[in-house]
């Protein structure tokens, strides 16, 4: 013990706690390459697992581009459907109906060929309680202008 710098004698368990620092301490010299592989290993799982997340997230945001893509894609198909539908509709309707159609949708412009057509049309209707082919025709063609603004 004197050699480690102690100048007075040491009581028993301070012996013990001493030879227990030294062991420790060639422990820790002999398992410092250990240590190191251990340290290596952590960083390199560490590292796997950021590009997992990475690739994950690129995949997730990939799908997402795809998903975003599809909507769009079955949103112009769903707004061509109830536009086809509508449009059905409009050739299914009878004069009243057209006509009424017509008068509810006083928003036309009177300065718009479809507004001043529109209004002749309803006027004609009115006169007559009947479309004729033409006239059915030029209503289902000024519904169609006005709900495409719509």
């Known amino acids: 013990m004197q050699a480690l710098g102690f100048t007075h004698p040491l009581s028993k368990g301070q ?3 001493v030879r227990r620092q030294i062991a420790r301490h060639h422990a820790e010299l002999s ?4 240590i190191e592989q251990r340290r290596r290993k ?3 799982r560490a590292e796997q697992r950021m590009e997992a997340q990475l690739g ?3 995949a997730r945001s990939e799908d ?10 079955f949103g112009l198909a769903a707004k061509q459907r109830e536009w ?12 009243y109906e057209l006509a009424d159609m017509l008068v509810q949708t006083q928003s036309f412009d009177p300065n718009t060929q479809a507004g001043r057509a529109a209004r002749k049309l309803v006027g004609d209707y009115y006169e007559s309680s009947y479309f004729s082919d033409n006239q059915r025709e ?3 063609e000024c ?3 006005h709900f495409m603004k719509t």
């Open 15 to 17: 012996r013990i706690a």
């Open 31 to 34: 398992d410092r390459p250990f």
């Open 42 to 44: 952590g960083q390199e």
């Open 56 to 58: 994950a997230q690129r």
């Open 64 to 73: 997402n581009r795809q998903k975003s893509a599809r909507e769009k894609v």
């Open 84 to 95: 086809e539908a509508k449009e059905r509709a409009l050739k299914r309707a009878s004069d």
């Open 138 to 140: 030029l209503a289902i």
């Open 143 to 145: 519904l169609k202008a």
